[in-house]
């Protein structure tokens, strides 16, 4: 059963940096999507970035030009590197994996923005 292992959250101050990364620990075939997702305390989670298996890149308004979305798809990892934090960017990170078989989520990591 292959796992999506999430690392790189923690707290940072307003303005600071942080790179998400989200490793899958086994071989995924026919990758369709990698994408980052978020969810705050009391709302709904929402999508921030996605990698389309083109490279093509889409963004969620409230991160565009602050979050940069790559992948290595040697090592099946997505990467999410986060700038300009704010405190409303405080919320679960998760990734996901859409294959054209079946999707994979990972367990998520805590990213607080405080001063």
């Known amino acids: 059963q292959v796992q999506l292992l ?3 959250g ?4 307003p303005g600071g940096s942080l790179r998400l990364s989200c490793a899958a620990s086994g071989s995924i075939f026919s990758i369709n999507v990698m994408g980052w997702y978020r969810q705050a305390p ?9 990698i389309i298996s ?9 991160v565009k030009g602050r979050f940069t979305i790559s992948r ?20 679960v990170y998760s990734c996901k994996i859409d294959s054209r078989f079946r999707a994979y989520w990972g367990q998520g990591t805590q990213v607080t923005v405080s001063s």
Do not use: C, F, I
């Open 10 to 13: 923690g707290l940072v101050q």
């Open 54 to 62: 083109d490279g093509s890149t889409d963004y969620a308004d409230s």
């Open 72 to 91: 290595d798809n040697a090592k099946n990892t997505v990467y999410l590197q986060m700038n300009s934090l704010k405190p409303e960017d405080t919320a």
């Open 42 to 50: 009391g709302k709904q989670r929402e999508l921030v970035a996605a």
């Open 6 to 8: 999430e690392s790189g």
